[in-house]
């Protein structure tokens, strides 16, 4: 299999393939990430394939949404390895801009967030979302795609995504692809290359307590007491801080005292130095 992948670094070299592909009447999907790619990303590749005719991968670690104590600095980074995997996948084109052509000297421009940015990860990391809505938003005006496909593992970052789309008319299709997880049911992220052998032995547990909550607030029952139950079952995994578990409602992410309607339990969980975020659905009680 030919593993090699056609990149462009400009927005000007990207849109002229996208108007090439437009000029031969096909549909154009786009897949943004940050690279250090997997099995997770992958799955999304090939679900663009399948919803149009073109597959743009982008790959950019941004700077808008670390802080300055967070792993921007250590983030992985292998466009390589990324470029063959996407190949491998279907990928057609790869966009790898530079950090300066993304944000250009006297760049001053910013997209407010609310909605369902506030809360959850927004608590612990106040300029993510903000981040998140620039270089996404440039993404969907530098390649103009007709869809663009992300994981729901984000799910907040996937429900503020869809929000700000629809509020800013910007016309593109915003499809969310159930998590992918390895065999013992951990979510695929870059970041679990954070953790220790020991750790990794004890991930799943996250998956775990929150299937089990999930099935617990199906029945209707207030989510208090089964989400302090959480809380307790990864203590005593060896998790360390919480940044939360709650549960929300499935669109807005407004918080819910017991799922009443489709809703979401979330979590975002520390274990050694990886923060690790999971999610999963809950049915109506």
């Not at 149009?52 to 790959?59: G, L, N, Q, T, Y």
């Not at 279907?90 to 530079?98: E, Q, R, T």
């Not at 795609?145 to 016309?171: C, H, M, N, S």
Request: glycine share 8%; proline share 6%.
């Amino acid at each position: 299999m030919d593993t090699s992948l056609p990149v462009v670094r400009s927005v000007c070299d990207l849109r002229a393939r996208v108007a090439d592909w437009r000029a031969q009447g096909l549909r154009v999907a786009l897949v943004p990430t940050m690279g250090a790619l997997h099995d997770g990303h992958l799955a999304l590749v090939r679900r663009a394939g399948e919803l149009a005719d073109r597959v743009v991968a982008s790959v950019f670690v941004n700077p808008t949404q670390f802080a300055p104590h967070e792993d921007f600095d250590r983030y992985p980074r292998d466009e390589a390895g990324d470029s063959a995997k996407l190949a491998s996948a279907g990928c057609h084109l790869l966009y790898a801009p530079s950090v300066r052509a993304m944000y250009p000297d006297g760049f001053a421009t910013s997209v407010a967030v609310a909605g369902p940015a506030r809360g959850l990860c927004a608590d612990s990391r106040p300029h993510f979302f903000g981040g998140v809505a620039v270089v996404v938003t440039k993404l969907f005006l530098q390649a103009l795609p007709d869809v663009a496909v992300f994981g729901e593992k984000d799910y907040q970052q996937l429900q503020v995504i869809r929000r700000f789309t629809r509020d800013l008319d910007i016309p593109v299709r915003v499809e969310g692809l159930p998590t992918v997880r390895e065999a013992d049911g951990l979510a695929m992220s870059s970041r679990n290359a954070y953790l220790t052998p020991d750790e990794r032995a004890r991930a799943p547990e996250l998956q775990r307590a929150l299937s089990a909550a999930a099935a617990a607030l199906a029945g209707g029952v207030e989510a208090a007491p089964v989400l302090e139950e959480v809380r307790h079952r990864l203590a005593a995994a060896g998790f360390g801080r919480v940044d939360y578990v709650e549960l929300r409602d499935a669109d807005t992410l407004e918080p819910l005292t017991r799922a009443d309607g489709p809703a979401r339990l979330l979590a975002a969980v520390w274990l050694g130095k990886a923060r690790l975020l999971d999610n999963v659905p809950v049915a109506a009680g």
